[in-house]
């Protein structure tokens, strides 16, 4: 039986050229006798794949027991334990993916690419974002020996597009709400462009009214968040609670519910295609409108906040005035602009 790979040496390094294809590979090497063993785990893996496996298991069982038992369900468990707080309840949910069925008791070691491939055709894009997590887990724990699939094979995480609340749908909203809680609290959120969280969870101690700004921690990241406000903001901060939590009531909610109780007056309203959290956008997508500096947003919305990104990238176009009509405004202002008085250059002789 003919070997499929034989060994040649290319200047001082040793190669196996495999004889089917001609496909020479590098065996990183200069020492004849370790490329010698290389090659012959290559060809006894080609003839033997079984037997290997078998040899692979006994390797790794060595060094560490639970490697042969290891469920995909059993890192998930892993990660919940290391997860508090609010990405805790959005691991809980991702666990709960029924596109990850199918993995839940395959053992880690058996795992082949296609596995994985099945779980990300019928999930969705919240699969694709946790799968790639997980497996970066296992890896990161050893319990991989090596990817699985490469950052390239995995399939791009496309999210779909999502809108602020325009100025006339949040005024609508406003005027239909009774409840002055919740008017007041769908009016902060439309001012400041907070987490619902965050602004559900404000207290009066967090306001300051001698400089006019907000200072609370951020649920998400646990940052401190310091916004400013203007005299919109301060007139609906005035008539909430002098002291303790702002939205007694709101604060006590879920989130889930806060968004659903959101969600039934936009039916009513037969606004589609936003949440609360559309406020976030709403305000990114307004301050560009205005010229508001980026570095400025991402410190009021934190630096990492997608709404910025994505308002400063491509949405929100900004009308730039014609000249003509930027010098009437400075006209109209008195402004005086500045003339430099230019100076010819003198010529030099070469």
């Known amino acids: 039986m003919n070997n499929r790979y034989r060994l040649f040496r290319r200047g001082e390094v040793f190669y196996a050229q ?61 990660i919940l334990k290391l997860k508090t707080g609010p990405t ?82 949040h005024q609508k909203i406003i005027d239909i709400e ?15 462009g907070g987490a619902q969280s965050d602004i559900a969870a404000l207290t009066a101690e967090d306001i300051n009214f001698t400089d006019n700004y907000l200072a609370f921690g951020r649920k998400k990241t646990g940052s401190m968040s310091t916004v400013h406000f203007g005299p919109q903001t301060e007139e609906i901060l005035m008539g909430l609670p ?21 969600k039934r007056r936009c039916r009513r309203l037969k606004i589609t295609g936003i949440t609360l959290h559309s406020y976030r956008y709403a305000w990114a997508e307004r301050a560009k409108v205005a010229g508001y500096p980026e570095r400025f947003a991402q410190a009021a919305l934190g630096h990492n906040s997608k709404a910025v990104h994505r308002a400063y990238a491509k949405k929100a176009l900004v009308k730039i005035p014609s000249l003509e ?26």
């Open 242 to 262: 002098k002291t303790g939590i702002l939205f007694p009531r709101i604060s006590a909610m879920n989130e889930k519910h806060r968004a659903s109780e959101f």
């Open 88 to 169: 805790l309840v959005r691991w809980n949910s991702a666990a709960k993916d029924k596109a990850l069925d199918e993995l839940r008791t395959l053992k880690i070691v058996e795992t082949r690419p296609e596995h994985l491939l099945r779980s990300l055709q019928n999930g969705t894009v919240s699969t694709n974002v946790y799968l790639r997590r997980i497996h970066t887990f296992a890896l990161d724990m050893q319990w991989l020996a090596w990817p699985l699939m490469k950052k390239s094979q995995w399939p791009k995480i496309q999210h779909g597009e999502k809108r602020g609340v325009t100025a006339s749908e």
């Open 178 to 192: 009774l409840d002055s809680e919740r008017k007041a609290y769908y009016g902060l959120l439309w001012h400041l």
């Open 18 to 78: 495999d004889n089917l294809t001609q496909k020479q590979i590098s065996l990183r090497t200069k020492n004849e006798h370790e490329a010698t063993r290389v090659l012959h785990a290559k060809n006894e893996a080609h003839y033997q794949p079984a037997l290997n496996q078998q040899i692979a298991r006994a390797y790794l069982s060595a060094s560490d027991p639970e490697m042969l038992k290891r469920t995909w369900q059993d890192c998930i468990n892993a």
């Open 325 to 350: 009509q930027y010098e009437q405004e400075l006209r109209a202002k008195n402004v005086v602009p500045v003339k430099f008085d230019v100076v010819a250059a003198t010529p030099i002789a070469l």
